[in-house]
């Protein structure tokens, strides 16, 4: 018997009973689409961290003062700042505020104390005005740059260059607003207000610095750069856990390492409903050996080969495994779509995943109808028309 009348039976006995096929098929669909959802959304995650974390500049290292027994002063930042291989510094002091402007008010807002450098380490771009300068940082000036989402969110469509702000209740100049930067799943950073970090310091209560933001030059390794900087702090600290030099390189590569491992063990965890999937589609067709022994027998006794048997039994756990393979990439698709709108996330269907995910479904339908198949093929002509 050729291939084509082969998967002709094959496909009529699938369809002659939908409900059963459709059930058979739920669990290679729910196996799919877990996997194509699951590490599409790891990967997307992966892909949206990793980004984030190189926009904030390169050959970014961040240093974070565990120690309060020493102040991090104005005169260590100096010092800091001719070691070899730094390009610029800011510190970076955080607090939050309600702002407020005539009755408009935005509560909770990010405040952030920084210097001149903080532009261009943690690449912002001004959209209108200017941002902080050496002498607002000298004198302690009252001034604001402020974020995109906070203009919008206080002056609406209105200028807010020259106008006074209220945080927590003290007066400052805005001078400058900062370009809207795309949201990620970890947050916009466009509601902000930056102020020179010696006013945060007085303003906020801050005695110390806690926290500085780096950038390397790019002539220097990071490594040495990293080396020259824990140096310095050893002379000060005389105790290597009171502060943390953190290199963005190495973040960002043990970032990706555990996303990627998440990845992988979400993957395999949905791989597991495939599995299952699999063991629903050999019961099946185990059935349909049992329910079809007359007709083996029949096809037999009039010269079917035990090859023929064979092949029509595995075609039929195939074409189930297949279509059951194609609908889950269908949904993974669509619910991929509608993650990536409502998470912000780049959930985008890898090829490679999808084809893994298609291929491994395949398998799973061949290998487990294997058995059925076999011994529907061994039936003898004989027992197989006797049977009842």
């Known amino acids: 018997m050729s291939i084509k009348n082969t998967l002709k039976m094959a496909m009529k006995s699938i369809f002659a009973n939908k409900m059963r096929t459709f059930l058979t098929m739920l669990g290679i669909i729910i196996g799919v689409f877990s996997v194509i959802v699951m590490v599409s959304v790891g990967q997307g995650a992966t892909s949206d961290?990793?980004?984030?974390?190189?926009?904030?500049?390169?050959?970014?290292?961040?240093?974070?003062?565990?120690?309060?027994?020493?102040?991090?002063?104005?005169?260590?930042?100096?010092e800091l700042s001719f070691i070899e291989g730094v390009e610029k510094l800011t510190p970076t002091l955080s607090s939050s505020a309600t702002v407020k402007y005539g009755t408009e008010s935005d509560?909770?807002?990010?405040?952030?104390?920084?210097?001149?450098?903080?532009?261009?380490?943690?690449?912002?771009?001004?959209a209108h005005g200017r941002f902080?300068?050496?002498?607002?940082?000298?004198?302690?000036?009252?001034?604001?740059?402020?974020?995109?989402?906070?203009v919008e969110n206080?002056?609406?469509?209105?200028?807010?260059?020259?106008?006074?702000?209220?945080?927590?209740?003290?007066?400052?100049?805005?001078?400058?607003?900062?370009?809207?930067?795309?949201?990620?799943?970890?947050?916009?950073?466009n509601d902000v207000v930056i102020i020179p970090y010696?006013?945060?310091?007085?303003?906020f209560r801050i005695s110390s610095i806690r926290s500085i933001a780096i950038q390397g030059s790019d002539d220097v390794e990071s490594d040495?750069?990293?080396?020259?900087?824990?140096?310095?702090?050893?002379?000060?600290?005389?105790?290597?856990?009171?502060?943390r030099v953190f290199n963005q390189e190495e973040l960002l590569s043990t970032l990706s390492e555990i996303t990627g491992t998440l990845t992988l063990m979400l993957g395999g965890i949905a791989g597991i409903s495939l599995v299952v999937g699999g063991i629903g589609i050999m019961n099946i067709m185990l059935v349909t050996v049992s329910e079809r022994t007359r007709e083996i027998g029949i096809r037999k006794a009039i010269g079917a080969k035990r090859s023929n048997i064979l092949t029509q039994f595995l075609i039929e756990s195939s074409v189930i495994s297949c279509m059951g393979g194609l609908v889950g990439i269908l949904l993974g698709a669509?619910?991929?779509?509608?993650?990536?709108?409502?998470?912000?996330?780049?959930?985008?269907?890898?090829?490679?995943?999808?084809?893994?995910?298609f291929g491994f479904s395949l398998f799973v339908g061949i290998f487990f109808g294997m058995y059925p198949a076999n011994k529907a093929s061994k039936l003898k002509p004989v027992d197989a028309l006797r049977y009842e």
């Open 49 to 78: 961290v990793t980004e984030r974390i190189e926009e904030m500049g390169s050959n970014l290292l961040n240093v974070n003062i565990m120690d309060n027994t020493v102040e991090l002063e104005r005169e260590n930042l100096d």
């Open 224 to 243: 040495v750069i990293v080396e020259n900087i824990e140096e310095y702090l050893l002379g000060m600290y005389d105790d290597e856990d009171s502060y």
């Open 107 to 126: 509560s909770g807002v990010s405040i952030s104390g920084v210097n001149e450098n903080y532009t261009e380490i943690q690449n912002f771009e001004l």
């Open 154 to 189: 206080i002056f609406g469509t209105d200028n807010p260059l020259g106008s006074e702000i209220s945080l927590d209740g003290d007066k400052y100049l805005v001078v400058g607003v900062l370009e809207e930067k795309e949201s990620t799943s970890m947050g916009s950073g």
């Open 334 to 357: 669509v619910v991929n779509n509608i993650i990536s709108d409502l998470m912000g996330i780049n959930a985008v269907m890898n090829l490679t995943v999808v084809s893994v995910a």
């Open 198 to 203: 010696t006013t945060a310091m007085r303003e």
């Open 132 to 150: 902080i300068s050496p002498i607002d940082v000298d004198f302690r000036n009252k001034v604001a740059v402020l974020g995109s989402e906070t």
